[in-house]
């Protein structure tokens, strides 16, 4: 048993409806006002919060505890006890504490605005995603807000709405829900309101109870509140499905390890290196410490963030909502984008052209009928019942049809679903009353048994189909959509599913559905982008072929959803692969269609608006929709544009690989010179008597740097680096450190010739071991801050060569101009200040300053060398 489940879930799960109400005391009208605050009083109100992530705390704690301040942390207080309390009142010098102090506060802060500005975001974005339901109270129904909620309240759900809190459901019409928010498992479910005969294991399995968060795809019900807030299954949040996207972890988690691995391999190395020669182990293991801090590029995901952040706001101008930041990641990376058909290939509006009998002549019964099957509908609003219901305002058929809904009130309906394709109300009319039928033309001719024209009745014989296809195809082929329309007169008061048989068939509706002028250019220039247009729609076969050709878009193979479930599996990848247009599919296999293509390694968006695209959207790495959709798949969707248009979307992926592109950048440069640094390290320790840099020196050099990088976010990017998808992951990351970080050693190391050999022996007056103590204290400090400079140096203006793969560089925007040259000059003269002298840096002569041009002219000159020749070697360089 699911002990995740609320006590009073399992209760009531095998109770009947009725005995539910009688044992939570709900009168059958509601709770009233006081009734719910006493509710409230007793089982708590429904939060909604989004956990403890977002709390100020939460976000304080995580800008100042992670590796990187912990070491500094570490460093501040060993240096406490030896430099300060164990000293002798003679030599006591607290100057390192109160930097790595300083250090330690300006990372904190830098963090801890980033971390601020991301939870403004976010807030900002549950703001634009709460939610209204509508609940009895009073015997009254009533809108609310979900927080309103207590236990007790009777809530109405109908497709389209997401579920406001963990409910049992007392009343259900098909109703459809999906649970994949929740159990990650995208099947569609019918609950029902029967009591169940024994406790299912798990609660995905509670047939009856629907869970806070799920999203109601067809059909409606009632149900009463069993668990708000803390207590529902998703624990309050509601959560927008943000930790379902992985491919970002996934690409985060890869580099990651690529990085583990260096230090795994380069830590010990250097702690074994250092202790052996200095033969101080504690000191070694500081180092070392300091060395695997100094490996980690710590501002990546304060880089990351920025970028995405930037990414995103600029999004916004471009009429994009990026709900989910980590999806960004998916639009730089997107390959295969599917879309649907309706207002993205073709207008927004659907106009309804003919109303037509069996036979193709104009009949105004049929509209009539049609009418009263979209007034009553209830289901998901759509481009279609729409149409149909647009005329009811039209002049001349306004009184009349508003007559004729009056003459035919509403008695049952079953709301239109993905898998029946076609939705039934059940009206009174004179003398009995008459079941309507609309729908697709097959599924609804399969459920005919007779044919009215004129008014006389006919056999819906063997061939009926064959007749009802010589009229409707051609119009099929020039891209019309037809659904048909059949009645039935009964004497239910209810109707089953069971019901929708025997009819007769009346007409047609035609609906106007015209290709949009924009989309051909739109799919050509994200061709252009390398990001694959495929069409999955759910129309018939004959429409979406003849819109799609009509764009333009290759209809050599079409595959429909019957022949998709006939492929074996060994077939599917390949044929979905092949084809670009799928029509008449389920709900299921749009989103089969998506799995499969992420299998054969695509990152895959999904463009649709519909709640048949939400499972689809949901397993898609980038679902996009339109803020014109149903909630649940605003809901879902990472992304939404304020206008459904491909061409919106071609500026959106073109930010997302802006953004992705400066990541890498950082991630790919830092870590490559993070790499060599650690190298030369490890090598100047095995040679030399002392330390090339401090702890402290190494930790500040890796965070000025860092802060440096803070602007990458607003760097320019090369056309054709934006050229095709990018990937996510750390596969080309080892590869570019290994081979860039040892030109960056191999200069290290002249330096450290240099200075060991020629200028601080010049300046000391003699080699390292024939110096006094004072003087070989002179001698490292001049050597260290030799080194300091040329790290500094080298590091930073290689950015500048290996942000492009134009040989030998492209102009960087101005903020990174500045910013880098800027820096340089400060840190340079850093070590002329008394701050400098702090941490044993020291004034250098100019001699040191022409080499070190010197050395920077060559470095730069050799990595364009190796530049060239990675490029030729890998194609690309990032
Ligand atoms: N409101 C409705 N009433 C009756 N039948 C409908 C309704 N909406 C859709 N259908 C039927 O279901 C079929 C599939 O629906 P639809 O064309 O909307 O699929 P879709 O995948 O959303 O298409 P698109 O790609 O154009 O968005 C339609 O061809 C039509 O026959
Ligand atoms: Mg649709």
Redesign the pocket.
């Known amino acids: 048993m699911d002990s995740s489940v609320h006590p009073r879930i399992r209760q009531c799960a095998v109770l009947e409806a009725d005995a539910v109400c009688d044992h939570l005391h709900v009168p059958s009208d509601g709770l009233s006002t006081e009734q719910a605050e006493k509710s409230r009083a007793q089982f708590g109100s429904n939060a909604v919060s989004s956990g403890t992530a977002d709390t100020v705390g939460f976000r304080l704690r995580r800008a100042l505890i992670n590796p990187f301040t912990v070491i500094l942390f570490l460093l501040a207080v060993i240096s406490l006890v030896t430099d300060v309390v164990l000293a002798s009142n003679f030599s006591r010098n607290a100057t390192t504490v109160i930097i790595i102090c300083c250090m330690l506060l300006l990372s904190g802060t830098v963090r801890f605005v980033q971390e601020l500005r991301a939870k403004r975001i976010s807030d900002h974005l549950s703001d634009l995603t709460h939610t209204e339901v509508t609940v009895c109270r009073d015997g009254q129904w009533i809108g609310l807000p979900a927080s309103a909620l207590v236990v007790g309240d009777l809530v109405r759900l109908s497709a389209g709405d997401r579920v406001p809190a963990d409910l049992r459901l007392i009343q259900a019409n098909d109703l459809f829900v999906s649970q994949s928010i929740i159990t990650g498992e995208s099947a569609v479910l019918e609950k029902t309101a029967q009591a169940l005969s024994h406790l299912p294991r798990d609660y995905a399995s509670y047939q009856n109870t629907v869970f806070q968060g799920c999203s109601v795809i067809g059909g409606s019900g009632q149900g009463i509140v069993l668990a708000v807030g803390q207590d529902t299954i998703s624990g309050g949040t509601m959560q927008a499905p943000l930790w379902r996207k992985n491919g970002f972890d996934r690409g985060a988690n890869s580099i990651a390890w690529v990085l583990i691995r260096f230090m795994a391999v380069l830590v010990p190395i250097v702690f074994v290196a250092v202790g052996l020669t200095k033969g101080d182990w504690f000191a070694a293991f500081l180092f070392a410490l300091s060395v695997a801090v100094g490996l980690t590029p710590e501002m990546l995901p304060m880089v990351i963030n920025a970028c995405l952040a930037k990414g995103s706001a600029a999004m916004e101008g471009k009429q994009t909502i990026v709900k989910n930041i980590n999806a960004m990641q998916g639009f730089g990376s997107m390959d295969v984008l599917c879309v ?1 058909k ?1 207002g993205t290939l073709t207008g927004d509006t659907v106009l309804l052209e003919y109303y037509l009998d069996v036979l193709g002549n104009e009949s105004e019964r049929v509209l009539e009928l049609a009418y009263l099957s979209s007034r009553y509908a209830t289901g998901v609003e759509n481009h279609l019942d729409r149409a149909i219901l647009r005329y009811g305002s039209f002049p001349g058929w306004d009184a009349r049809l508003g007559e004729f809904q009056v003459q035919h009130p509403k008695l049952d309906e079953l709301p239109f679903d993905y898998n029946r394709r076609c939705s039934s109300v059940l009206v009174g009319d004179e003398a009995c009353n008459l079941l309507i039928v609309k729908g697709s033309v097959d599924e609804v001719c399969r459920r005919c048994s007779q044919v009215v024209h004129r008014g006389a009745l006919h056999p819906f014989g063997a061939d009926g189909l064959n007749s009802v296809h010589a009229v409707v195809d051609e119009m099929l082929e020039d891209g019309m959509k037809v659904l048909a329309v059949a009645y039935r007169p009964v004497t239910l008061q209810a109707l089953t599913a069971n019901d929708e048989r025997d009819l007769i068939l009346l007409g047609y509706l035609v609906f106007f559905d015209a290709p949009k002028a924009s989309a051909a250019s739109a799919i050509d220039k994200l061709n252009a982008l390398h990001v694959h247009s495929k069409v999955l729609t ?1 129309d018939q076969k004959s429409v979406a072929v003849s819109i799609c050709r009509r764009l333009g878009i290759d209809t050599a193979s079409v595959l429909t959803g019957e022949a998709l479930d006939q492929l074996t599996d060994n077939e599917l990848p390949v044929c979905v692969e092949r084809c670009t247009v799928f029509a008449e599919l389920s709900p299921k296999q749009k989103m089969r269609i998506v799995q499969v293509l992420q299998d054969n390694g695509h990152t895959v968006g999904f463009l ?3 709640m ?2 939400l499972p689809a959207i949901t397993a898609a790495d980038v679902g996009i929709s339109v803020d014109t959709a149903a909630e649940s798949v605003r809901e879902c969707a990472d992304v939404l544009l304020l206008k459904k248009d491909l061409n919106v979307l071609e500026a959106g992926i073109l930010e997302g690989r802006n953004a992705f592109a400066n990541m890498t950048k950082y991630i790919k440069i830092t870590a490559s010179s993070n790499f060599g640094n650690i190298f030369s390290i490890v090598i100047a320790s095995v040679f030399l008597p002392f330390f090339p840099m401090t702890s402290v020196q190494l930790l500040l050099l890796n965070l000025l740097y860092d802060m440096l990088c803070l602007v990458l976010p607003w760097d320019k990017v090369d056309g054709e680096a934006c050229a095709r998808p990018l990937e996510w992951s750390g596969r080309t990351l080892g590869r570019f450190m290994r081979f860039f970080g040892p030109i960056s050693s191999f200069f290290d190391i002249l330096t450290f010739g240099f200075l060991f050999f020629w200028l601080c022996p010049q300046i000391c007056g003699g080699s390292f071991s024939a110096l006094s103590p004072e003087a070989q204290r002179q001698f490292v400090s001049l050597f260290q801050t030799g080194w300091f400079l040329e790290s500094m140096w080298t590091q930073i203006l290689i950015l500048h060569l290996l942000r492009t793969q134009k040989v030998p560089l492209s102009r960087p925007s101005r903020p990174v101009m500045l910013v880098t040259l800027s820096g340089i000059v400060l840190f340079t003269a850093l070590v002329f200040t008394p701050l400098g002298a702090l941490i044993g840096l020291t004034a250098l002569p100019l001699r040191y300053f022409a080499f070190l041009t010197a050395v920077v002219v060559l470095y730069l000159l050799l990595v364009t060398v190796a530049k060239t020749w990675y490029l030729r070697r890998y194609y690309t360089l990032l």
């Open positions: 649907d309706t759910g649709g608006d519909g048949n695209d």
